[in-house]
């Protein structure tokens, strides 16, 4: 420490601010480089995302990164946790494990309290190469969904005015405090990647998704085993266990339209339908608040921009705002309940669109860390549910039959996508939650189309015929 003496009576002021200068650039790879919060402070929690590293040392290889600053709530410089401990990057072929997560967390927490930055091991993002560089920040495999060592746990109709919107207390059988549980079965992707609308459920020749939906929803990764035979006791000892980040539940309406029960499932599991992050941030430093739970309420937003197409002018439209304040369930709740079903011998299953059967625990109860749930989406998706009236209209059009009336919807669906709120081809996307950051994807345009899935109940008590799997 440099002390100052009582009086400056040997150097000219001029003198004093040369030497003081001296020191701050001698010392300037030491000083802490602030964070920069959505909101525009410089107080925020340490922010954990996954990107490619252009560093030397590290090139080519995917690391932790502390988010330093971003713009907007996209990052724009990351210290490499690698420079701390090189466990925390991986080659592109290796897979990251909740035993990384939970070291790339502490390391953070170590460095934002200490403030100990160096040059060598801070990246600016280049903004153009997003999509590419930034990576899950949870990674899940097809192949761990595949063996169980993983789940991606779905919670639906978790706010009241999506409920409205859907009909949900009607077409799912819940009450009025119950929420809907499924499995999502894919990989996640990036925060900034495409997404493809991709084929329907079982045509063929493949066919195009026209009702595809958005739903930006809260989502949290375990980082230890979730055992619903011994659950945390309380709040404290939950949040100790959990971070959370931004998802968008991309999905495919057709199948969820005809089967409101069990078609969850196969809508929501087509690859690229589950965009996350940027980043993460720990629950001992973030309680998303809701009725019962948490402390720090959470915006929730969705715009997208439309591209220009035929006489329609290209538009920006704001359509999903809310906060997590309007939740049924807060997280803490959320896992209570799959801790009381799992007790009452219920163990979620649904079909994917290959006719595979998938759950949200192991037969054992255990949902291993690294596992995600997800929380639920607010109003303004794109599915509305037709009134009293439109339901009987469709009724009578559909050949007196519950199914018809449903096939019905989705041919007067599919035939106003253009007065609608589904996505299209070129579309953007604006995904964002308090302190999380902000996601920016686009409907890609497809050239071909690969099929997808069979033309299959997905109720897993329903036997299919055992070629079930072979597009799989």
Not at 52 to 71: M, N
Not at 91 to 101: C, G, H, I
């Amino acid at each position: 420490m440099i002390s100052a003496p009582a009086t400056i009576d040997t150097h000219s002021g001029a003198d004093f601010i040369r030497d003081f200068g001296l020191i701050l650039l001698a010392c300037s790879c030491l000083l802490p480089l602030q964070a920069v919060a959505q909101d525009g402070t410089t107080s925020t929690p340490p922010r954990i995302l996954r990107y490619v590293s252009a560093i030397e040392e590290f090139s080519g290889q995917i690391c932790y990164g502390l988010v330093l600053t971003d713009q907007g709530g996209i990052p724009a410089t990351v210290y490499n946790l690698g420079g701390v401990n090189n466990e925390l990057c991986n080659n592109a072929t290796e897979t990251s494990t909740p035993t990384q997560l939970k070291l790339a967390f502490n390391t953070a927490d170590n460095l934002s309290t200490r403030h100990q930055f160096t040059d060598a091991f801070t990246e600016t993002l280049a903004q153009d190469q997003l999509a590419a560089n930034i990576k899950p920040p949870v990674e899940i495999t097809l192949a761990q969904l595949d063996n169980e060592q993983r789940f991606i746990v779905g919670i639906g109709l978790n706010y009241r005015e999506h409920r409205e919107e859907t009909g949900g207390e009607t077409h799912a059988g819940l009450s009025a405090d119950d929420v809907l549980v499924f499995p999502k079965a894919l990989a996640p992707t990036g925060a900034y990647a495409p997404v493809q609308a991709g084929a329907k459920v079982g045509t063929r020749p493949p066919r195009p998704v026209l009702l595809l939906d958005y739903e930006v929803e809260l989502a949290m990764v375990l980082l230890d085993d979730l055992d619903l035979n011994a659950p945390p006791e309380s709040y404290a000892d939950f949040i100790k266990d959990v971070a959370f980040f931004t998802a968008n539940d991309v999905s495919d309406r057709q199948p969820i339209i005809l089967d409101s029960v069990h078609g969850y499932t196969r809508g929501k599991s087509h690859p690229g339908y589950l965009p996350t992050g940027p980043w993460m941030i720990h629950g001992r430093h973030l309680q998303p608040r809701t009725s019962a739970e948490g402390d720090e309420s959470l915006d929730l937003t969705l715009t997208v921009r439309e591209a220009a197409q035929g006489e329609q002018p290209a538009r920006t439209r704001q359509l999903q705002s809310s906060d997590t304040d309007r939740m049924i369930l807060g997280p803490w709740h959320i896992v209570r309940l799959l801790v009381s079903r799992h007790r009452q011998g219920q163990r979620t299953c649904m079909r994917d669109a290959d006719g595979i059967r998938r759950y949200t625990q192991t037969p054992k109860g255990i949902i291993p860390a690294g596992s995600i749930i997800l929380t639920g989406t607010p109003g303004g998706t794109a599915i509305q549910a037709p009134g009293l009236l439109g339901k009987l209209d469709l009724f009578v059009r559909g050949g007196f039959s519950l199914a018809g009336a449903r096939h019905q919807m989705i041919q007067d669906s599919e035939g106003h996508i253009q007065d609608s709120r589904y996505l299209e081809p070129g579309d953007q996307v604006e995904t964002s939650i308090t302190l999380l950051g902000q996601q920016q994807w686009h409907i890609a345009k497809e050239t071909t189309l690969s099929p997808y899935g069979i033309d299959a109940p997905g109720d897993c008590s329903t036997s299919l015929p055992a070629d079930a799997s072979a597009n799989r």
